[in-house]
């Protein structure tokens, strides 16, 4: 009996030496001393809500050299768009509009009239988009736990760049050197960065220069048909039913290349500006759909590099009515024609 008495008590010894050591940290936002049963790398403070890396020491500042390549990069691309927009505004009206205006002069008036809404548009958001701030955050008190309130740093990180709060969807751009809200990256072509401050103009950017691209190459396209020298086909006549497909082809682009020589300047201008027009078409075109995509999903390019499966937020058309601030009759047609579209989507997968 007296050894069946004497386990129970050694069981209870034996438990009450595995209590496991506490670990001590202290939060960056609010100075607060944590307790924790365990190690954690990463924790969020019950206070402030601020989230704190264990590991996270502070980088040392960019090189010298770095800093003055990513602005030399910068400045060398924000020049060639510059320089490519004003020669196809300025070479295009020079090699179209005298042949637009031969046809008749309401019509030059009317190109002449499109021409300058366009250039206006493009010109314009592409000024906001390069100088507007790309969205700096707001100034928060950190620090010390009697500055900071309840919550006061929910979901902030602390860059370690910037030595301050970041807070959350922010990222630090090393060629601006700061951090940015809801960046989407870093365009050297507007020498800038794309946040939530300028993200819509840089997009209402790309849309007018697809516009506008399509419209030039479509202008070029029939100025040069109506300035090209006249083409003729000596080989195709006489030997065109012996002559197999492909070499009827070949023998037409080599005919039309050879006439190409007896282009005029205003003719050459206008080649040019076709091809030209055409490829940053198809560029700007799929930058275009990328931007539209990532908006549509509620998201954006950095969130999505770094996490790539991860819902950020809702999908829908109600995300693009948002981003550009659409009047109240457009948005509810669009919310509406979402809304049904989910219910659909819903009853399919009820139904399955």
Excluded at 10 to 28: F, M
Excluded at 162 to 178: D, F, G, L, Q, W
Excluded at 206 to 234: G, R
Aim: aromatic fraction near 12%; include cysteine; proline fraction near 5%.
């Amino acid at each position: 009996m007296a050894e069946q008495e004497q386990r129970p008590l050694l069981e209870v010894e034996q438990c009450a030496t595995s209590i496991p050591e506490d670990h001590e940290a202290t939060c960056w936002g609010c100075g607060l001393r944590l307790v924790f049963a365990s190690y954690s790398p990463v924790y969020k403070c019950g206070w402030c809500g601020a989230i704190t890396q264990s590991n996270q020491t502070a980088r040392k500042p960019d090189s010298v050299c770095f800093s003055h390549w990513r602005r030399l990069r910068d400045r060398f691309f924000v020049t060639v768009l510059i320089l490519f927009m004003l020669f196809v505004i300025c070479g295009g009206v020079w090699a179209v509009y005298p042949i637009v205006f031969s046809v008749s002069k309401f019509c030059g008036i009317f190109h002449c009239m499109v021409t300058a809404i366009l250039a206006l548009c493009t010109i314009t958001s592409y000024c906001l988009a390069s100088f507007k701030s790309a969205g700096a955050p707001t100034k928060i008190r950190w620090g010390s736990y009697p500055m900071v309130g309840k919550s006061d740093l929910e979901s902030y990180t602390f860059c370690t760049y910037c030595n301050k709060p970041k807070p959350p969807r922010a990222h630090h751009c090393r060629s601006c050197k700061m951090c940015v809200v809801d960046m989407d990256h870093h365009c050297p072509f507007i020498g800038n960065c794309v946040g939530a401050s300028n993200h819509q103009a840089f997009v209402i950017f790309l849309i007018s220069v697809v516009i506008s691209c399509a419209y030039a190459a479509s202008m070029t396209i029939y100025a040069s048909y109506k300035t090209w020298p006249s083409v003729d086909f000596p080989n195709l006549e006489s030997s065109r039913h012996s002559m197999s497909s492909m070499k009827i082809l070949l023998e037409i682009i080599t005919t039309i290349a050879g006439s190409a020589f007896f282009l005029s300047a205003r003719g050459l201008v206008l080649v040019y500006l076709a091809f030209a027009s055409l490829s940053v078409n198809a560029g700007i075109g799929v930058l275009l759909c990328q931007q539209l995509s990532y908006i549509y999903e509620g998201n954006t390019y950095l969130n999505h590099l770094s996490s790539p499966n991860a819902m950020h937020g809702e999908r829908g058309l109600h995300n693009i009515v948002r981003f550009f601030g659409c009047p109240y009759p457009i948005s509810r047609v669009l919310l509406r024609y979402s809304n049904t579209g989910k219910l659909q989507d819903n009853s399919g997968s009820k139904l399955l």
